[in-house]
Every structure is written in structure tokens, then in C-alpha cells.
């Protein structure tokens, strides 16, 4: 008897002692994945900045495909996103409407198992890559599913200008707090003491020369706008030209919406026959015209109906053109000088909404309202002494 519970003890160990070992061993296994690499380092990756004082560069994210060996993949398709970071109501970012929406989208022909774009990252914060590789030969290796992550940090630039902001505005309200605190006694017919009508002289205008400032600026954008806007309607439909045995098109939306993907379509076919051709290199350009600056760059080919296509958000409200050239594939019989098409897209700003407008007059607010507390209170310990004396 005691020989069966034995037995039956050690089974039990050996069982649970298995399913241990398959669990932590499963969970060991090496599987397929996908490696990114950034250029610059993570590290050194800034957001956008319009006003920056050197021309910024788009980051360039490398996206490799590989097996459980670690062995680059061939012949792969694949899918990309990119999220932007989600928002944060109390520390806004300086675009917005761009946070917690869809900054690109796009299908690659990856012979290597190699996706490489350059794309403009707009705001500070984690940005998601959602990454699905599925094979372009059916049942040479099995599909997957990845997510990336990539947080940017913020311009150590814009620390200092809070800084400078923040000692300005405490400073004001200290001066304020200092000010009424030391109250004189009031005269006859006096509504409030000499010090403090010149307190409020000097705020009344501050706010005019302030709310000038804002409706000039206001009126530039809108002249701003309205010439960028006359200037779209020159603009030709999808661009496409017929040269060297090539058809190429350029097709998708003149007129996008910030925080929204634009849709954006790429044919090559034969001007003769009319066949699709997937033996030519393309390069893709997005360029913001107001800055000409390129926002995202791609160097791919054509899926087998001589197609690609992707979707993309314009974020700085600025019109862009996009530029394809297309170029002959190294070792290909298929020889042709350059050719370009082009096509310009007229982009719609959106205004921050109104809650964004009035945290950050709540934060201006509360700095000058602790400066005027501090000064109030040193006021106040200052003015029993003096009686005393």
C-alpha cells in the first residue's frame, strides 16, 4: 500500500514538475519579430519644431523582419502604423488635435524583410507601432503581429522658456501682492490708495497691449491661411505622366484635415499594354511647402498590381506637395531615366478646443496668484514691526 502512495506521489511531482517545465520552456521558445532601429539614436530624437533654429531632419526608422533565428525574413509584406501619443488634458502638447490619432499607415513590398521610412515626429511623448509581417509566397513562414514602442522626449528648450515664463509671472504677482499689501491709508475721496490705481493702470495696460498682440497675430494667420487657400486652387488634378514606356499616377486627396489621415495612391503600369509593372524603385516625399521640410520619406517598390498606397497626417496644417520619382531597379532590363510626378495637398488647421485654451490661462493665472500670495503675506509680517517702531 505504501508502495502505491509512493508511486502515486512521485507522478503527481513528475506531473506538476512537467507542466512547469513546458510552461517556463514555451515561454522561452524564440519566435518570429521585428527589430527597430531609429537614426538618430532614441535618446537624441526631438519633437517638431516650426521654429526651430537648425532645418530638423525626419527620423529614420528602421523595421527588420525576422524568424525565430533571428534570420531575416524574404519576400514579406508588410504593415505599419504609427500612433501617435494619447493626451494628456493637463499638459497639452504643442499640436493637440494630433494626439491619440493615427499619424501614418501604409502596406510595403519588403523583398529583405526590410521596411526603412523617415517620418517627422510632431509631438513629445510614447508613439505605438503596430507591425503585422505576413509572407507575399503563401505558407513560407506563418503571419505575426507586433507592437513597437517609442517614446520621444520632450525639447529640453522648452523647459527653459517655462522657466523664464513661470519667474515672470511669479515676479509680476509678487510685485502686485507687495503692493496692495503695503495699502495706505485712504484720502478723502479716494476710491483706492495712489499705489494701487497704479497697480491697475499698468495690468489694464499690459491686457490691451496683450489682446493687440493676440488679434494681430490672429489677422496674419487668417491673411496667412486665405493665401495658402487661393494658392491650392492652381493645383492640377492627380498628376500622371506617360514617358518611356512608363504610366504613372498619382492619385488620393488634394484637401486633408489635421488630426485625420489623408488617403494617397501610387499606380505604374505599361503605356502599351497597360500591365502593372513591379520592377522599379520609388521613392516617396512628403514636403511641407511653408518650411520646405520633408515630413516623411520612403524608398520602396510596387506591390504585383504595380500599386502602392498609404495613408498619412498632415500635422502642422501647412500645404504639402508629394513628390514620387521613379527609377530603374539595379540589374533590371527595365531601363529608363528619372521620372517624377507630383501632386499638392492643401491642408485644414484645426483650433485647439477651448478647455486647452483655458488650462493654460488657469496655469498663468495660478503663478501670478502665488506670486501675489507671497507678497501679501511678507507685507504683512513687515507691517507689525513698523508700527512697533
Given amino acids: 500500500m505504501k508502495k502505491y502512495r509512493l508511486f502515486g506521489v512521485i507522478s503527481a511531482v513528475c506531473i506538476i514538475l512537467s507542466v512547469l517545465y513546458s510552461f517556463v520552456g514555451s515561454s522561452q521558445i524564440p519566435t518570429s519579430r521585428v527589430l527597430l532601429s531609429t ?22 526608422l528602421t523595421l527588420q523582419a525576422v524568424d525565430a533565428a533571428g534570420k531575416s525574413l524574404t519576400n514579406a509584406k508588410i504593415s505599419l502604423q504609427i500612433l501617435t501619443p494619447q493626451p494628456n488634458h493637463w499638459l497639452t502638447t504643442d499640436f493637440p488635435i494630433v494626439e491619440g490619432t493615427k499619424l501614418l499607415q501604409m502596406n510595403a513590398t519588403a523583398p529583405d524583410g526590410k521596411l526603412e521610412i ?3 515626429l510632431p509631438i513629445r511623448g510614447n508613439y505605438q507601432l ?44 509678487l510685485l502686485g501682492g507687495w503692493v496692495i ?33 493676440i488679434n494681430i497675430s490672429a489677422e496674419v494667420a487668417e491673411a496667412h491661411g486665405s493665401e495658402h487657400h487661393s494658392n491650392s486652387h492652381e493645383a492640377v488634378a492627380p498628376s500622371s505622366q506617360k ?16 488630426g485625420k489621415l489623408a488617403n494617397l495612391a ?51 496644417g501647412s500645404p504639402h506637395t508629394i513628390e514620387v520619382e521613379a527609377t530603374p531597379l539595379p540589374g533590371s532590363n527595365r531601363q529608363f531615366a528619372p521620372v517624377k510626378v507630383a501632386q499638392e495637398v ?44
Fill in 39 to 60: 537614426n538618430p539614436p532614441l535618446e537624441r530624437i526631438l519633437p517638431f519644431e516650426a521654429e526651430a533654429e537648425k532645418p530638423q531632419s525626419p527620423v529614420t
Fill in 118 to 120: 523617415q517620418q517627422m
Fill in 130 to 173: 503596430l507591425v503585422k509581417v505576413s509572407p507575399l509566397v503563401a505558407n513560407t513562414f506563418a503571419a505575426y503581429e507586433q507592437t513597437l514602442n517609442l517614446n520621444v522626449r520632450e525639447n529640453p528648450i522648452k523647459y527653459k522658456y517655462f522657466v523664464v515664463i513661470a519667474a515672470i509671472l511669479l515676479s509680476l504677482g
Fill in 181 to 213: 499689501g503695503g495699502q495706505e491709508e485712504l484720502q478723502q475721496g479716494e476710491i483706492a490708495p495712489q499705489s494701487v490705481r497704479l497697480l491697475l493702470s499698468a495690468l489694464t495696460v499690459v491686457a490691451i497691449v496683450t489682446l493687440l498682440a
Fill in 243 to 258: 514617358s518611356q514606356g512608363l504610366d504613372i499616377s498619382l492619385d488620393g486627396d488634394k484637401n486633408a484635415t489635421v
Fill in 266 to 316: 501610387l499606380q505604374v503600369k505599361d503605356a502599351a499594354t497597360g500591365q502593372p509593372i513591379t520592377d522599379v524603385a520609388l521613392q516617396v516625399k512628403a514636403i511641407a511647402t511653408e518650411h520646405n521640410l520633408t515630413v516623411f520619406d520612403y524608398k520602396g517598390i510596387p506591390d504585383e498590381q504595380g500599386k502602392l498606397t498609404w495613408q498619412e497626417q498632415f500635422f502642422d
Fill in 346 to 389: 492643401e491642408v485644414e488647421a484645426i483650433a485647439p478646443p477651448i478647455y486647452i485654451r483655458l488650462i493654460g490661462l488657469f496655469y498663468f493665472t495660478a503663478f501670478v496668484g502665488i506670486g501675489m500670495a507671497i507678497g501679501l503675506l511678507i507685507q504683512r509680517r513687515r507691517t507689525p514691526k513698523f508700527r512697533e517702531n
